[in-house]
Antibody, heavy 112, light 112 residues
Framework: VQLVESGGGLVQPGKSLKLSCSAS????????MHWIRQAPGKGLDWVAY???????VYADAVKGRFTISRDNAKNTLYLQLNSLKSEDTAIYYC???????WGQGVMVTVSS | DVVLTQTPPTLSATIGQSVSISCRSS???????????LNWLLQRPGQPPQLLIY???RLESGVPNRFSGSGSGTDFTLKISGVEAEDLGVYYC?????????FGGGTKLELK
């Protein structure tokens, strides 16, 4: 099993960014997937979940601004981040449903 | 949202010492299906978290049996029977009984 995040970087407040998580080594379409973030020096913060049937759940802090989606044909999970705030600065991890497998994470920095 | 309170926030131990970490939930984590969705993770410095224990007490494959989990309802404990150097890092409990998923604040295990 391998999960590889990409798409992070430095972005200004109010702007948008789209993260990707490429999955391999398992039947991607059969599993729910999470995005979880970690601000610098802080603890883990659950962001969003998408089920194998594409049902979604969001943390209140990102509801209406972030969108989780998946493309089973490409074995890829996405997180669209809109209206970014400085408090969204964090390492963003994708993880498989039971948190058994995690990616290495991608850094998102929101700053002017 | 469910609040998970971990104690202590920091734990100093010598190699070979046995230690315990507590995780208390603001509401029962017993799901209507009879399962209790409480997991334990370890995050070593500079690494993504790894799953140690799931469903309160089930040891993840490949995790040494010096790790054990116990508890029910709102009170849970992770025990390490004989700390080894590779066990140092931050431990998190996480619940998925109630949406949204929530993490405890973490317990940092360091060498005395």
């Amino acid at each position: 099993v391998q999960l590889v995040e990409s798409g992070g970087g430095l972005v200004q407040p109010g702007k948008s960014l789209k993260l990707s998580c490429s999955a391999s080594g398992f039947t991607f379409s059969s599993y729910g997937m999470h995005w979880i973030r970690q601000a610098p020096g802080k603890g883990l913060d659950w962001v969003a979940y998408i089920s194998s049937s594409s049902g979604t759940v969001y943390a209140d802090a990102v509801k209406g601004r972030f969108t989780i989606s998946r493309d089973n044909a490409k074995n890829t999970l996405y997180l669209q981040l809109n209206s970014l705030k400085s408090e969204d600065t964090a390492i963003y991890y994708c993880a498989r449903s039971s948190l058994q497998w995690w990616g290495q994470g991608v850094m998102v920095t929101v700053s002017s | 949202d469910v609040v998970l309170t971990q104690t202590p926030p920091t734990l100093s131990a010598t190699i070979g010492q046995s230690v315990s970490i507590s995780c208390r939930s603001s509401q029962s984590l017993l799901h209507s299906n009879g399962n209790t969705y409480l997991n334990w993770l370890l995050q070593r410095p500079g690494q993504p978290p790894q799953l140690l224990i799931y469903l309160v007490s089930r040891l993840e494959s490949g995790v040494p049996n010096r790790f054990s989990g116990s508890g029910s309802g709102t009170d849970f404990t992770l025990k390490i029977s004989g700390v080894e150097a590779e066990d140092l890092g931050v431990y998190y409990c996480v619940q998925s009984t109630h949406a949204p998923w929530t993490f405890g604040g973490g317990t940092k295990l360091e060498l005395k």
